[in-house]
């Protein structure tokens, strides 16, 4: 929980001192905007993506258990 804190801590400081504004382009996607936004879409899809992993990791493991 402390470790997620201070990584927070330092993706907000990163974002807040990265505010002008850039070119994104990613696949048929092409977006002219802030870097802040960038980074914190970046952050939360991560967030997201590791969430999901680690809850599938959990049912597949709970699956195995209730196999045994």
Known sequence: LIV??????????????????ARVRF?????????????????????IAGWLVRRARQRRRGRRERDD
């Open 27 to 47: 696949l048929f996607f092409d977006w002219d905007g802030r870097v802040i936004y960038v980074i914190i879409v970046s952050a939360i899809a991560g967030a």
């Open 4 to 21: 997620a804190l201070v990584v927070t801590v330092l993706l907000v400081i990163f974002a807040l001192q990265n505010t002008e504004r």
